[in-house]
């Protein structure tokens, strides 16, 4: 069923990690975002994420959607559809498109891709999305559950989930392939951080989301078309 519009034994060496980032991502890496475990039947409480999630795999590729709130010269700041603020920090080398590079100012619906830390996120792209809602209509459509703390995640899984999935098995993606997954999950499933892209066995993939209580998992296949959540 097509939903329309880890051992991990590699990950991408993101382009930088400052000090600061650096020691932020060790203060919080015993924090895992929380996690639905449908196998067993049975959810596991939110954890009180340090500013809107924390990564299980640390620094991967990822994005996430949203409304910018503020900019600066490093970059800019976004509220995800489910309130999670992001820290968008762009270089000379950030790709802007759909838009020219004055069209990221406030009030700008966008999707950024790049290298996640928690909740600030390296950008390579940014996605501009006229006349977008930062992604509150999808997500209120499709059932996202914005995180709280103490409240345990649903246990509740939506179209197919790959045979070829086991939790924490897969190899971890970066560059053209990350982004296509990502961008796929955001379309039906936005408000979440996606913190890492997983290659299954299968050669599908699984898009984790972060700063969410549900969908932590979204399954995209090999040609990029959502195909469950859970």
Do not use: C
């Amino acid at each position: 069923m097509i939903l329309s519009p880890q051992n991990h034994v590699q990950q991408p060496s993101p382009n930088r990690l400052s000090a600061r980032r650096k020691r932020g991502w060790l203060a919080s890496a015993g924090l895992a975002s929380a996690m639905v475990l449908a196998a067993s039947g049975t959810a596991t409480a939110a954890t009180a994420p340090p500013t809107g999630g924390a990564p299980v795999s640390g620094p991967a590729a990822g994005g996430a959607t949203g409304i910018i709130d503020a900019t600066s010269a490093a970059g800019f700041t976004m509220k995800t559809a489910t309130g999670v603020e992001v820290t968008v920090d762009e270089t000379s080398s950030t790709k802007t498109v759909n838009g020219p590079a004055s069209a990221v100012r406030v009030g700008t619906s966008v999707l950024v891709l790049g290298v996640v830390y928690i909740a600030t996120i390296d950008a390579t792209t940014v996605e501009v999305q006229r006349h977008g809602d930062g992604g509150a209509a999808a997500a209120a459509a499709d059932g996202v559950v914005p995180f709280q703390p103490g409240v345990p995640s649903p246990v509740k899984s939506v179209g197919t989930i790959p045979a070829a999935y086991t939790e924490g098995v897969g190899t971890l993606v970066s560059g053209t392939a990350a982004d296509k997954a990502v961008e796929a999950a955001q379309v039906l499933f936005p408000g979440g951080v996606v913190d890492r892209v997983v290659l299954l066995s299968d050669g599908s993939y699984e898009v984790h989301n972060s700063s969410v209580n549900w969908p932590h998992h979204v399954f995209v296949t090999a040609h990029f078309k959502v195909q469950g959540a859970e």
